[in-house]
């Protein structure tokens, strides 16, 4: 079968049709790259022989589908890429969508459109990953930590309140394990003070709060589709989002600032600088995303709904368990008004009705076997601040909740995918280890 050509790739080598077209585009991925793909993704399992003579079969039936097919010619910024931010703008409600590198590049390019510059002040939670907070310490703006409310370790927006000055610029609220912070007290401030918002959604796609989608709320919002999220793009991957009009410039924000639309004179294509609320500005990063990426994320996407309803049933059936058992805190769940996506399960412990606290509580279950996986120790307690000139100290003092609530009371409970057995296992050794510190 004839070679199909290459399809027009993205902007940047749009030179239209030609009789003799440019071939310096690169190397098709071809039958011998998909069966090292596949591969990777099955990998040989305890019956080697079996697993070998299936492989060369697949390894055959791939060559002979290529001689029916054509490989695919694009493989960055098409059609795909497209047809997933369409679907992600469908289920979210949302005006703009655009497919990144992961969730950190999406918080850049929210923050260079809110117009954050060297100086001013963001406001975060104590307890988070280390990159909510990575681009306004990358340029310069000052870092504030908001303590946490202490039930659900979520940004507190009364001590948001406290910590607002004339200087700050963004607050930067986030979805622990998926479940809102109290977003209508972070808009009011927002709104009140002239401050924007840029939601860390990391965990939270598929998420709802009052009718509106988690991370759609402010005026722009980054989820992760990192390969441990509820669901992935092959690895890593993110999703900006915004209902603001700066959405339109989203595919220049992803890319350089390359405008295909507008060429100057005599060459393809223009190169623009920015403008968000703030002055112009250049854009250093390529954050673009890959096909496959896309195309695994859409088809991962369609079970989204039946994950979290998993992931929700199994928290629920927790949280029976663990009903009067003295000394467990109930870990948060659905409202009428709050759809969480059950990305971690919260489980914290109140040390004073027990003797020992979640340190103690942590080394007993993993003696029994069970992983926990505790998301995430206070960002002031990282070299990286005290390193950039903060006074850590001063800031731990001003986030007692959230010291209590790392050193002696919450850690995360896996939720998916777990097969009954093991989610019961779990629940079990739990109630047996809290009955035995109680005091
Ligand atoms: C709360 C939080 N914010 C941000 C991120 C960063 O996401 P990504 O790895 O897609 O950049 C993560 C990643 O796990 C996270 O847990």
């Not at 004073?352 to 002031?380: C, M, S, W």
């Not at 990286?384 to 609530?405: F, H, I, R, S």
């Amino acid at each position: 079968m004839e070679e199909k050509k290459k399809e027009k790739s993205d902007f940047r080598y749009s030179t239209g049709e030609a009789k003799v077209p440019w071939a310096a585009i690169g190397e098709n991925v071809n039958a011998d790259d998909i069966s090292e793909i596949i591969k990777f993704l099955i990998p040989g399992g305890d019956d080697k022989v079996a697993y070998d003579e299936q492989l060369l079969k697949v390894e055959e039936e791939i060559k002979k589908l290529k001689e029916k097919g054509s490989y695919a010619t694009k493989l960055s910024l098409g059609n795909k890429v497209k047809e997933l931010e369409e679907e992600v703008k469908k289920l979210l409600k949302v005006k703009y969508a655009c497919f990144v590198t992961n969730a950190t590049a999406g918080f850049e390019i929210g923050l260079k459109f809110c117009g954050l510059k060297p100086g001013d002040e963001v406001i975060a939670p104590a307890i988070t990953f280390l990159s909510t907070i990575q681009y306004p310490l990358e340029i310069g703006a000052k870092v504030v930590l908001a303590d946490v409310d202490p039930g659900t370790i979520n940004i507190d927006p009364e001590d948001v309140a406290k910590k607002i000055t004339k200087n700050t610029k963004v607050i930067i609220p986030v979805y622990i394990g998926g479940y809102p912070p109290e977003m209508n007290s972070i808009m009011k401030l927002a709104k009140e003070n002239n401050i924007s918002v840029v939601e860390d959604a990391a965990h939270a796609f598929g998420g709802w709060y009052q009718g509106k989608a988690s991370g759609a709320i402010g005026d722009f919002g980054s989820y992760s589709f990192h390969e441990v999220k509820n669901v992935n793009s092959l690895g890593e991957g993110g999703i900006v989002v915004t209902n603001s009009d700066f959405g339109e410039d989203f595919p220049k924000s992803r890319f350089g600032g390359f405008d295909i639309a507008h060429p100057i004179e005599k060459w393809l294509y223009d190169v623009v600088a920015l403008k968000g609320k703030g002055e112009h500005y250049s854009v250093a990063g390529n954050h673009s995303s890959t096909e496959v990426q896309a195309l695994v994320l859409l088809n991962q996407i369609k079970r989204i709904k039946q994950i979290i309803e998993v992931r929700r049933k199994n928290a629920e059936y927790l949280n029976r368990r663990f009903e009067g058992v003295k000394g467990i805190i109930p870990s948060p769940l659905d409202t009428d008004e709050i759809k969480g996506t059950y990305h971690l399960y919260l489980f914290q412990l109140n040390p004073d009705k027990l003797n020992g606290d979640i340190q103690d509580f942590k080394k007993r279950l993993t003696e029994k076997g069970v992983t926990q996986i505790p998301h995430f120790a206070p960002l002031y307690r990282f070299s990286y601040m005290k390193q950039l000139g903060y006074d850590t100290e001063a800031m731990k003092k001003t986030c007692p909740n959230a010291e209590e609530v790392f050193l002696h009371r919450f850690t995360h409970l896996p939720l998916y995918p777990l097969t009954e057995e093991q989610l019961k296992y779990m629940a079990d050794a739990v109630v047996e280890t809290v009955e035995k510190m109680r005091r």
